[in-house]
């Protein structure tokens, strides 16, 4: 017997009826981990076993035989189930969850011999996972799903725990982008396609599911669509393309299949044409760190930066304009119009945030109760969430607000009598499950308050009793208590025990169990109230579980009414944690419009100003002009603040179009259709590509991709290559950019040979950042002025950064000779003196001078002043000085 209460015997092969059981299920889930419930426990078998335990860290321990051989078994209770399942998926593994569908004494019912009904009722993958511990309560949790081939494509995108579902036209080239920009955990690919695909989603941190390729077929989709939304026709939601059709049932197929007939809910698809959003390659969006840092959270990211948002669901909005800012000014303009008109209220932005912070996560509560995985605690997040909505619209109301406020504050009334009915339904703090009840109020169903009453009177009861018989018995000291195999008994010390076992009390007390230091005692009347106690127990409980469902249908009923007041919720946090920086840091409303122009006063870098901030310095704000000549050369020292400045242009634009404020004096800028930036040069060497490589690759996508719209950020193209060829690639890629792509551009590098070219071509000018010398050390002024640098103390930096003094020393003679020989020569010469670089590092490795091996001889402590004073004539007779 175990923890299931079941018996389990082998048959004539060995095999017993429950593991023939497990094996049947096992069988159709071969890819996933089978976790098997048993009684309290999810066990797992055989290869999952030795897997789970090794990617747990638990005890693999055996248990019974199969053909003749120990099964290994491990196991992890049910009450903590979800932290392993957590650990479980992040390791890449998908849990097949076969529960018990029926009581263990059902079963025997069947016969001695029959197992407990299990079946799968879940599958748990990357992509649809819905419990808060498992999920980043800030962010998305997407699964997507791409269908198509070289020709059409589309990628479809769901979220289970919020309803969001999204789809665009898509080509496998520009999948990658795609990818970097949503983060899915899950992606949805055709099985045909999986080593293809395979590189570009593990890029992403995507988990590629292969499915049948019929899964992804429109016909099938559409009708799969239909079926879900219950509608004739999809053309109310808009109209999609093949692909898209495939991809989207291709994701709600997988849906049904993982969570076994459990619906969760999902928003409408929106569709997304291309010209939505601006264009952000996956290597532009990790060199500009807008959602996540280099590390890969999202501290030191500009989201990490920008994030004042109060709910859950603002944090995830924000989080989606980031990623996709808008190429349409309608949309850009009414974002902005919003936190326009809060920053001229700050009070009532105070007063949004102040209630807002008490709106629980909408969304994710819906969808748990949606996939019947949802408690009171749900229930009573919603509950709490209609009062904030009904509140903040009473807050927006009362102004006259444009157009996106004044649309939020209509939607945030939510469904008719349903916060109401919550309201009276639920007690202030539901528990999280529904099982043991205490959730229902006082006063909300007379049945209830009537099962409770027995309930609580039976314990008034008990109370009394205990009195009572204490002062029958003559006993102060007894007690009624309650233990777990004999229910309620009176108990007696062993001294007083006597007393109740003689007549005449031996009539009533009738004697259970003698303990160490105990012994108690059953009463016919204590059992008649025992009984009376548990039915009225069992009576509560079952009205407040069928009170949970009806609430819970009720909500569901109510699903896309609540939803939309989820989202403008959202937007409202959105709008005023935006206003809210704005006020705080200063900010200005950007200018946009078509044309293409860029033209910043006064900019800063939003992350490395709030990291200076945090060190006590001041960030300096520099001024970015593309408007007349669109494409601008940087120079300057390193650590002068080239990278900052031409990321601070990029996530200018960013913040714009996403519908921030900025942080500049003024910005004005024609709207970005696509964003390049080549900032930092990384290895590749996973893909065995050189940083050289890499950077060629990328420079190769910016300069076939960026159009009139782009705005290309390029940092020191070509130093990873000896130096000419580097000038050349650079020199190209400068007028390819100025000439052909007619792009706004920022282009940083060392090369001060470019700024000649950047001087004679109309479309191009130069910049540097300033820095001086202060006796003798290098000053960084972090300011950017027009005009070529006039040199690029790279040498400094490098004493700045500790190399030996003898090397510094050394790399300045030669800096002065190439420079010299530069100077009298003209550039042909300076290639002439290429050469100098090989000869110049053995040299650069020599014996010790003259006077470096005497001064090792010297012990200055030995010395007398006067043969200190010959010491130093003969250092510099040594040093051919004098
Ligand atoms: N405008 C600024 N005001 C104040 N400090 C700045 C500014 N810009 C950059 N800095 C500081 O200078 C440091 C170096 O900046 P950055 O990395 O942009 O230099 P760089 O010129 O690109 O250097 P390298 O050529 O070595 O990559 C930054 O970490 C920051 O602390």
Not at 45 to 63: N, P, V
Not at 88 to 110: C, H, M, N, S, Y
Request: with cysteine; proline share 4%; glycine share 10%.
């Amino acid at each position: 017997m175990d923890g299931s209460g079941e018996v389990s015997g082998p048959d004539s092969r060995g095999v017993t009826p429950m593991m023939a059981q497990y094996l049947e299920i096992k069988g159709r889930h071969p890819d996933a981990l089978l976790f098997y419930r048993m009684g309290d426990f999810y066990e797992m078998f055989f290869e999952d076993a030795a897997r789970a335990a090794e990617a747990l860290d638990i005890a693999l321990t055996t248990r019974g035989q199969h053909l003749g051989r120990d099964i290994p078994m491990c196991g992890v209770p049910v009450g903590t189930a979800e932290s392993y399942l957590l650990q479980l998926i992040r390791k890449g593994f998908r849990v097949a969850i076969a529960e018990q569908l029926e009581d263990p004494a059902e079963a025997r019912k069947r016969g001695s011999k029959s197992v407990v009904r299990r079946d799968v009722v879940r599958l748990v993958t990357p992509g649809t996972l819905t419990e808060e511990s498992l999920l980043e309560a800030r962010r998305a949790n997407f699964l997507a799903a791409f269908a198509g081939s070289r020709g059409e494509g589309a990628l479809a995108w769901a979220d289970i725990s919020t309803g969001a579902f999204g789809v665009k036209a898509c080509a496998v080239r520009d999948l990658g982008a795609e990818l970097a920009r949503l983060a899915p955990r899950e992606l949805l690919v055709c099985d045909e396609q999986e080593r293809e695909l395979e590189a570009v989603a593990g890029e992403a941190g995507a988990q590629v599911t292969p499915l049948p390729k019929g899964a992804f077929e429109a016909g099938g989709g559409e009708r799969q669509l239909r079926a879900w939304f219950g509608v004739a026709t999809l053309d109310g939601f808009g109209s999609f393309g093949k692909a898209e059709l495939g991809a989207m049932g291709a994701l709600v197929d997988y849906l049904d299949l993982t969570q076994k007939g459990a619906r969760p809910h999902l928003s409408p698809p929106v569709r997304e044409s291309e010209g939505d959003c601006v264009e952000i390659d996956a290597a532009t969006r990790a060199s500009l760190e807008v959602t996540r840092a280099m590390g890969g959270g999202r501290a030191g990211s500009l989201l990490g930066c920008v994030d004042r948002t109060v709910t859950a669901g603002g944090a995830r909005l924000l989080e989606a304009r980031l990623a996709a800012p808008s190429r349409r000014l309608s949309v850009i303009a009414a974002r902005l119009d919003a936190v326009a008109a809060l920053v001229e209220r700050p009070g009532l932005v105070r007063n949004l945030r102040e209630e807002l912070r008490r709106a629980g996560d909408m969304d994710r509560a819906l969808s748990r109760l949606a996939l019947d995985r949802g408690g009171p605690r749900d229930l009573g997040a919603l509950r709490d969430a209609l009062g904030v909505a009904e509140r903040v619209a009473g807050l927006l109301g009362g102004e006259d607000l444009p157009g996106l406020l004044a649309g939020a504050a209509e939607g945030l009334w939510g469904p008719e009598g349903l916060r109401e009915l919550l309201e009276e339904a639920l007690v202030a703090s539901p528990p999280t499950l529904a099982r043991d009840g205490g959730f229902v109020a006082a006063g909300f169903a007379g049945d209830l308050d009537g099962a409770r009453r027995l309930r609580d009177e039976g314990r008034a009861v008990i109370a009394g009793m205990q009195a009572e018989y204490a002062e029958r018995t003559g006993v102060a000291s007894l007690k009624i208590r309650h233990n777990g195999t004999l229910g309620y008994v009176v108990e007696v010390s062993t001294a007083q025990a006597e007393k109740l076992r003689r007549a005449p009390l031996d009539a009533v007390f009738h004697h259970r169990q003698t303990t160490g230091s105990a012994v108690r005692f059953a009463t016919q009347a204590l059992s008649e109230t025992e009984a009376r106690l548990l039915n009225a127990g069992e009576e509560a409980l079952a009205i407040e579980r069928r009170i949970f469902g009806e609430l819970r249908s009720a909500v569901l009923a109510e699903a896309s009414g609540l939803a939309r007041v989820a989202g403008r919720l959202a937007e409202v946090d959105v709008a005023s944690g935006l206003a809210d920086l704005a006020l705080q840091e200063g900010w200005t409303r950007p200018v946009l419009d078509e044309s293409r122009d860029f033209e910043v006063r006064g900019g800063r870098h939003p992350v490395v100003e709030a990291a200076l901030r945090r060190q006590g310095k001041p960030f300096v704000a520099n001024d970015c002009d593309l408007s007349a000549r669109p494409v601008k050369l940087l120079t300057g020292p390193n650590m002068g603040g080239k990278s900052t400045y031409l990321r601070q242009a990029a996530l200018l634009a960013v913040l714009a179009q996403a519908g921030s404020f900025v942080p500049a004096e003024r910005l004005r800028m024609g709207l970005v259709s696509r964003l390049f930036s080549r900032v930092g040069a990384s290895d590749d060497l996973a893909r065995g590509r050189s940083t050289f490589m890499v950077e060629m690759v990328e420079t190769a996508a910016i300069l076939h991709r960026a159009d009139d719209r782009s705005l290309v950020l390029l940092d020191e193209i070509g130093r990873g290559t000896a130096t000419w060829d580097g000038l050349s690639i650079a020199w190209a890629v400068l007028e390819h950019l100025e000439g052909v792509s007619r792009c706004r551009a920022i282009f940083a590098t060392h090369y001060h040979e470019l700024a000649e070219l950047a001087a004679r071509l109309p479309g191009s000018a130069s910049a540097h950042v300033a820095a001086t010398e202060w006796n003798g050390d290098l000053v960084f002024l972090h300011e950017v002025r027009e005009g070529a640098a006039d040199r690029s103390y790279g040498v400094q930096v490098a004493r700045l950064a500790g190399l030996p003094p003898k090397v510094v020393a050394r790399a300045k003679a030669v800096l002065r000779a190439l420079e010299a020989r530069a100077r009298e020569g003209g550039p042909r010469a300076l290639e002439d003196e290429l050469p100098l670089f090989a000869q110049a590092a053995p040299e650069v490795m020599r014996e010790p001078s003259a006077v470096e091996e005497r001064l090792g001889t010297v012990r200055p402590d030995e010395l007398s002043p006067r043969e200190a004073l010959e010491l130093v004539y003969e250092l510099k007779r040594l040093a051919g000085d004098g």
